[in-house]
């Protein structure tokens, strides 16, 4: 059984939240516009701000990521008019670098249930640590606020009080302006042994969310106690407008300062390249059933590449064969940038999309051993990206999403290394292209057997916003090119016997690793397993949705 620390205990070192997380150099200003990076959005009557400087009001150094525990803050430095709807968590394992919308009603009626804004009418107690097991220093209480009939909770509010908070220290708001909320990423949580009711925090995000979605977060914490998780509300964008989205000279001066470096492993051979690079040197567009008569792709646009429909079969990419050609060409790599409006148009996601002619052999990791998949992973062209989801309020990038195979995963701007001022360094696997923040190695499988994803840094860099093309972004009026609405496959079928292969690594195993492996091998993607080549990025899930995670 795990031994605890004193529950409210002080760490022998400083906590990583203890610190405030800063990029490396100072935000730019930002060209002229509309209201981007005002510091104000307007929901359609409820005015709201983004407060990222807070007071601490409580701590706790247990349990948690990384059992370090968590620190609960209110904001502070408050516009005038504006009011509180939450108080904010963050998880002690990482910098500060938090955020809270405070609140004003601009609208003029003041009748009864017509205000946008209002004050709760009692609170309700859903937390405290008083009960629980060695616990020194002040005691933490956790209060939902009990809205007026017509209106709802966004929040709760945090004391170190046993007595409800004033209902002047935050507003609830009229329901029309809400939208319902999932959970989201872990805060923290409690072992059994020292909270028996098992109360969890997670973030909260809109349950509804893509480019045409009105649900706009409050950056609040969810509470899950007893394995049941309130589900309050967030804010809603009622007269939805794009006035606050970056325009293009905003969007060329945000991808001049963020746009991300990846760095390709030392060892890697199969590097991206642009597609005009991909059409000249001898990309090949078949037809089903006229397959001894390919007909060249027209560069540098594929102006001849079928246009919309669905990925039939009825047509597909083929590449030359030709060892070289699959090495692809970083010198003329380019990056190829959608940009939409995401929480109701109060963020903006610029995600940069990188091809490659060719995704390398997978290598799995049993033990000590290393060993080759053969034919396994390897396929004709590979789509990847990575996405910033960059504050309208402020134009300050927040999170940058990495693709990882089939999903990916959100990691917070303060958890990544930058390079030449405030670009985030991300890393390509060796030979798969998956992204992640660290170099290093990450195993998908368990008990020290799954497929190898290296990353490590190399002289092979490439600078996402270097080259660039924005390829799509609707309230721009960007003309789109061709091949983004080419719905078939960028890679020919790749025929092979998928269990023979697998035999071949198998008869190198021990008998009792034979299952766990095949079992591993056949839960990958069908891109990773090589069997078709992908889709292109507008055929994604996240091309007119949110990320996948």
């Known amino acids: 059984m795990r031994r605890f620390r004193s529950f409210f205990s002080r760490s022998p070192k400083p906590l990583p939240v203890e610190t405030t997380f800063k990029f490396p150099n100072p935000l730019p200003t930002w060209p002229p516009g509309d209201g981007f990076a005002s510091g104000i959005v307007d929901l359609g009557g409820l005015q709201v701000c983004q407060v990222t400087s807070f007071n601490k009001i409580w701590c706790t150094l247990e349990g948690g990521p990384d059992d370090l525990g968590a620190t609960f803050y209110e904001p502070s430095s408050i516009p005038d008019g504006f009011f509180m709807l939450s108080s904010y968590s963050q998880s002690n394992n990482k910098p500060l670098f938090g955020w809270v919308l405070v609140a004003k009603d601009v609208t003029s009626d003041e009748s009864e249930n017509s205000k946008i804004l209002e004050k709760p009418l009692d609170y309700t107690l859903v937390w405290t640590s008083e009960s629980k097991k060695n616990k020194l220093g002040d005691n933490g209480y956790i209060w939902l606020p009990t809205p007026p009939e017509g209106y709802r909770s966004v929040g709760h ?235 309208n309020f402020s134009g300050e990038l927040r999170s940058v999403y990495l693709s990882t195979h089939a999903k990916g995963m959100w990691v917070s701007a303060s958890e990544l290394e930058y390079e030449k001022g405030n670009k985030p360094v991300v890393y390509s696997s060796l030979h798969g292209h998956a992204l992640y923040p660290k170099p290093g190695c990450v195993l998908q499988g368990s008990g020290g057997i799954g497929i190898r994803n290296d990353t490590g840094k190399s002289s092979n860099v490439m600078d996402t916003g270097e080259k660039f093309v924005i390829i799509s972004g609707d309230y721009l009026s960007i003309v789109e090119p061709p091949w983004l609405n080419y719905c078939r496959e960028w890679g020919s079928r790749i025929s092979y016997d998928f269990a023979a292969e697998v035999k071949k690594v198998q008869e190198k195993l021990p008998h009792k690793l034979r299952s766990t492996f095949e079992s591993i091998v056949k839960n990958l993607p069908n891109e990773m397993l090589g069997e078709v080549g992908p889709t292109g990025p507008k055929m994604k899930v996240s091309w007119s949705g949110d990320e996948r995670v």
């Not at 470096?261 to 059933?289: I, Q, R």
Request: some cysteine; proline content about 8%.
């Open 157 to 391: 509010v945090v004391t170190t009080s046993s007595e409800k908070p004033s209902i002047d220290k935050v507003r609830c708001v009229r329901s029309d302006f809400t939208e319902e909320t999932e959970i989201d990423s872990w805060i923290w949580g409690l072992d059994k042994e020292v909270d028996p009711d098992g109360l969890n925090l997670y973030g909260s995000k809109p349950a509804h969310r893509g480019p045409q979605a009105v649900g706009v977060p409050v950056g609040t914490f969810l509470v899950q106690n007893s394995g049941e998780a309130k589900l309050l509300d967030c804010l809603k964008h009622v007269q939805p407008n794009l006035s606050v989205m970056p325009n293009q000279d905003q969007i060329h001066a945000l991808i001049k300062c963020y746009s991300p470096l990846v760095y390709f492993h030392p060892d890697e051979e199969y590097l991206p390249s642009s597609l005009c690079w991909f059409f000249e040197n001898g990309a090949l567009l078949y037809t089903k059933g006229e397959e001894s008569n390919p007909c060249p792709v027209e560069h540098p646009h594929g102006s001849n590449l079928p246009q919309g429909g669905t990925n039939d079969g009825v047509h597909w990419l083929c590449q030359p064969d030709d060892e070289s050609f699959k090495k692809g060409n970083l010198a003329s790599a380019e990056s190829y940038v959608n940009v939409k409006p995401m929480f109701g148009g109060t963020f903006t996601d610029i995600a940069f999309w990188v091809f490659y002619p060719f995704n390398g052999p997978a290598r799995v990791k049993i033990g000590g051993l290393n060993i080759s998949l053969g034919k396994i992973g390897q396929h004709e062209g590979d789509w990847e990206h990575v996405t910033l989801r960059i504050s």
